[in-house]
């Protein structure tokens, strides 16, 4: 396993393993039947992973990921198990290095888009609601401010790039790429879920702005909840008492990051700038306290 000097787990490395597929945040292990899903301590911002992590930021997106699934209840998802010691005895040697931030999951055949659901209006949204009054070909009213809450919540799909930004694609494109049918079905799941969380969410003092959700589909043509669900890395998290509308709240995810990189003048291209200590230490802080407010641990 490879460690940074803030003890970040920046690398998995399991010699007895065939060689994982590293994202940027994930490394996953091929095990014939199943994926074993690692989320090391990698931060990436504007596409960009940076040299340095986020110590037990990997355990905070498992952590908070298996609280989701928990809470949505009957609602299928990718997850085996999470406990290592049920894990194939090939791991045991890497317990310590698994525990808290892994999960056993089942194989999946990825429907090939994010699905991208919003509450409020901020970032690209808002940038593009400023020229056109819509969000992805979805007309809105006008009125709006920067960070307002929507009406109601709505649906932007984008590609999945394995290089560069994902791409927003309006409900008619996604129809075309996926078939109707499905298209319906991820557009009321991907609402149902973020409904469901927000809600949880808003009375631990937390607002969702918006995040992303993932989907496969299982041998019984099933729709399955799959990859990490409402972490700081996949939604925007402010808390309730700071937000106003108007103006961007302070975060409780990585936008920290970005806007320390704005500041400096990072022109969004590799190679990234190593993180200084107390930005490390700070977006550490941030979500440590989104899984202590969301999920009570």
Same mark, same amino acid.
């Given at each position: 396993?490879?460690?940074?000097?803030?003890?970040?787990?920046?690398?998995?490395?399991?010699?007895?393993?065939?060689? /994982?597929?590293? *994202? &940027? $945040?994930?490394?996953?292990y091929? !095990?014939?039947?199943?994926? %074993? #899903?690692?989320?090391?301590?990698?931060?990436?911002?504007?596409?960009?992973?940076?040299?340095?992590?986020? /110590?037990?930021? *990997? &355990? $905070?997106?498992?952590?908070?990921? !298996?609280?989701?699934?928990? %809470? #949505?209840?009957?609602?299928?998802?990718?997850?085996?198990?999470?406990?290592v010691?049920?894990?194939?005895?090939?791991?045991?040697q890497?317990?310590?290095?698994?525990?808290?931030?892994?999960?056993?999951?089942?194989?999946?055949?990825?429907?090939?888009?994010?699905?991208?659901?919003?509450?409020?209006?901020?970032?690209?949204?808002?940038?593009?609601?400023?020229?056109?009054?819509?969000?992805?070909?979805i007309?809105?009213?006008?009125?709006?401010?920067?960070?307002?809450?929507?009406?109601?919540?709505?649906?932007?799909?984008?590609?999945?790039?394995?290089?560069?930004?994902?791409?927003?694609?309006?409900?008619?494109?996604?129809?075309?790429?996926?078939?109707?049918?499905?298209a319906?079905?991820?557009k009321?799941?991907?609402i149902?879920?973020?409904?469901?969380?927000?809600?949880?969410?808003?009375?631990?003092?937390?607002?969702?702005?918006?995040?992303?959700?993932?989907?496969?589909?299982?041998?019984?043509?099933?729709?399955?909840?799959?990859?990490?669900?409402?972490?700081?890395?996949?939604?925007?998290?402010?808390?309730?008492?700071?937000?106003?509308?108007?103006?961007?709240?302070?975060?409780?995810?990585?936008?920290?990051?970005?806007?320390?990189?704005?500041?400096?003048?990072?022109?969004?291209?590799?190679?990234?700038?190593?993180?200084?200590?107390?930005?490390?230490?700070?977006?550490?802080?941030?979500?440590?306290?989104?899984?202590?407010?969301?999920?009570?641990?």
């Open positions: 396993m490879k460690y940074d000097s803030n003890h970040a787990l920046l690398e998995t490395e399991m010699p007895n393993l065939p060689a /994982p597929m590293r *994202g &940027k $945040v994930r490394d996953v091929d !095990l014939g039947d199943s994926l %074993l #899903f690692v989320a090391t301590d990698r931060i990436s911002a504007f596409d960009c992973i940076m040299p340095n992590g986020v /110590p037990d930021k *990997g &355990k $905070v997106l498992t952590q908070l990921s !298996l609280f989701w699934f928990k %809470l #949505f209840g009957s609602r299928p998802n990718h997850l085996i198990t999470a406990d010691a049920k894990y194939p005895a090939t791991l045991k890497y317990s310590q290095d698994l525990d808290g931030r892994s999960m056993l999951v089942k194989k999946l055949k990825m429907v090939p888009v994010e699905c991208v659901v919003r509450g409020y209006l901020a970032g690209s949204g808002w940038k593009e609601y400023q020229k056109c009054s819509q969000v992805c070909g007309p809105l009213r006008p009125g709006y401010q920067n960070c307002s809450k929507l009406d109601e919540p709505i649906f932007t799909p984008t590609t999945k790039e394995t290089s560069g930004h994902d791409m927003p694609v309006s409900f008619e494109q996604l129809c075309d790429i996926v078939g109707k049918d499905l319906e079905k991820l009321k799941l991907s149902d879920l973020y409904t469901i969380a927000a809600e949880h969410a808003l009375k631990s003092g937390i607002i969702i702005a918006d995040t992303k959700f993932e989907f496969g589909m299982d041998d019984n043509g099933n729709l399955v909840i799959a990859d990490e669900v409402l972490t700081p890395d996949s939604s925007r998290f402010w808390p309730a008492d700071s937000y106003k509308p108007g103006a961007n709240p302070p975060s409780l995810d990585k936008q920290y990051v970005r806007d320390w990189l704005d500041e400096i003048g990072f022109n969004h291209q590799p190679p990234a700038p190593e993180l200084p200590k107390e930005v490390v230490m700070k977006t550490r802080e941030k979500y440590l306290s989104a899984l202590s407010r969301i999920a009570g641990c």
